[in-house]
């Protein structure tokens, strides 16, 4: 088979380096291929659209890059541990590691979709009768980490898996896990990568299930929503009584009495942003510590925290952590960086093409939503790295006064690094020296741009 002459571009490919190591030595040059085709497209992101923008629609061996997905062997979690490390060690190398856990669906159709399900779908309307999609939901485990060239926090994409229908897993013979065993299973993995690190892990309240508060609270601190109605209690006394020894005292009250009664006491503090040029507004919580007990399920002892709005923007919400000595500034700061997830996978659909793929294969569908994921990473990753080189800043407009870089100014100015360095190794001899005209400099912005 004639192998096609790539000419990638040689700096990125040296940056790359440690990522494609998971896979083969023959495989190595195609995955390089499509991890830069799918940077690149523009529109869909399938494996023609990749190897079009390489200038290989013409070439006959486009069934190789087609078998990385769904035959060749390489391991995604040898690739996610790689990023994992390489992400620590540039913007958290010290400290609490604070990971973000969510989950998104991706909406497919179609008989040949096997591992698809209807799930439930934030996007469907409340007075729907059936609130649901049919697609794949995927979990994915995100770091949260404050972004410098941005000024704010970003949530990076590590480890994401996806969590199959019932029927699937009766078809395919394997075990049907549930969306809160996904979630122990991602976090202990992170958790197996880094042994010495501590980590803090925020999740919704969909994930404020007793069994993974338990099974998580040996390894890492815990944050979730939690419900105003739940069963929390003292400490059991130290008296000596007959019988079995007491698991826990009296009960307390409601979190939703609380909020009411005006004999709690309030402290009021400003929000913690996300941003750095922009301040939040004032919040008034009140705290405490108690056993989460609920019949039949093991007891867990949290610190809680009742937060409400004095300008009424939203209700009042409660939150928990498994630490029961931490400071509850801390617990609403973290909790707050959560909503970091949701804007990644807004934009990993936006500028990475989610959504957009066509693989049926069932290998190729486990795959390729997971590395997409991972390429915002590893965007970000490469700005940060490189933001000087690259002279990063925000598209700005006399109607639009942006404060800081997004990801849509990152993933632009890699292309446009990307295509120079294309162009630098496919002229050879030519003259790169000859400024470029106004007119050709908007097309260029607006390829780059270009979602």
């Known amino acids: 088979m004639v192998r096609p002459d790539l000419h990638l571009p040689p700096s990125f490919l040296a940056w790359l380096a440690p990522l ?3 896979f083969s030595r023959r495989t190595r040059p195609t995955a390089a291929a499509l991890a830069i085709g799918a940077l690149l497209a523009v529109g869909p992101r399938t494996v023609t659209n990749c ?3 390489l200038g290989l629609a013409e070439h006959p061996s486009f069934t190789a890059f087609h078998r990385v ?9 040898a690739l996610a541990r790689t990023l994992l490390h390489m992400i620590v060690a540039a913007f958290v190398p010290s400290g609490p590691i604070v990971v973000g856990l969510d989950h998104t669906l991706e909406r497919r159709r179609g008989p040949r979709i096997g591992p698809a399900g209807r799930f439930y779908d934030a996007l469907r309307t409340r007075e729907e009768k059936d609130p649901t999609s049919r697609g794949l939901r995927w979990l994915s485990a995100m770091v949260l980490v404050d972004v410098p060239f941005a000024g704010r926090i970003w949530a990076l994409p590590v480890l994401t898996a996806l969590t199959p229908g019932k029927a699937w897993s009766e078809r395919n013979n394997r075990r049907h896990r549930t969306v809160t065993e996904w979630a122990r299973l991602l976090l202990l993995t992170l958790r197996r990568w880094l042994p010495k690190r501590a ?3 925020v999740m919704d309240g969909e994930f404020a299930a007793l069994e993974l ?5 040996p390894s890492m601190v815990v944050i979730t929503r939690l419900r105003k109605d739940a069963r929390l209690f003292d400490p059991p006394s130290n008296e000596d009584k007959p019988g079995r020894p007491a698991r826990k005292g009296a009960r307390q009250p409601l979190l939703s009495t609380r909020i009411a009664d005006p004999a709690t006491r309030w402290l009021r503090v400003v929000q913690s942003s996300r941003t750095s040029w922009r301040s939040a507004g004032w919040i008034e919580y009140t705290h405490g510590t108690a056993l989460w007990h609920h019949g039949g399920k093991p007891i867990v002892p949290i610190l809680w925290v009742l937060v409400r709005y004095p300008d009424r923007r939203r209700g009042p919400e409660a939150f928990l952590c498994t630490d029961t000595g931490a400071d509850p500034r801390d617990v609403l700061d973290c909790f707050n960086r959560r909503w970091a997830v949701e804007t990644t996978y807004e934009e990993a659909r936006a500028h990475l093409g989610m959504e957009t793929q066509r693989q049926w294969s069932d290998p ?5 939503t997971p590395v ?7 965007v970000t990753l490469y700005v940060h790295q490189n933001a000087e ?17 997004t990801f849509a100014d990152a993933i632009a100015r890699l292309r446009q690094h990307l295509w120079f360095e294309r162009i630098v190794t496919s002229a050879g001899s030519a003259d790169m020296m000859e400024p470029i005209s106004p007119a050709l400099q908007r097309i260029i912005e607006a390829a780059c741009y270009a979602p």
């Not at 997409?372 to 590893?378: A, D, F, K, T």
């Open 199 to 201: 980590i803090v892990a």
């Open 213 to 217: 508060l338990h099974a998580l609270r």
């Open 364 to 368: 190729a569908i486990f795959r390729t």
């Open 389 to 405: 080189r690259l002279a990063l800043s925000p598209r700005r407009a006399a109607w639009y006064p942006k404060p800081a870089p």
């Open 372 to 378: 997409l994921l991972g390429l915002y990473s590893v």
């Open 20 to 22: 494609l190591a998971a």
């Open 69 to 77: 997905l769904n035959r060749n062997a390489w391991s995604g979690s």
């Open 51 to 53: 190897l079009r923008v």
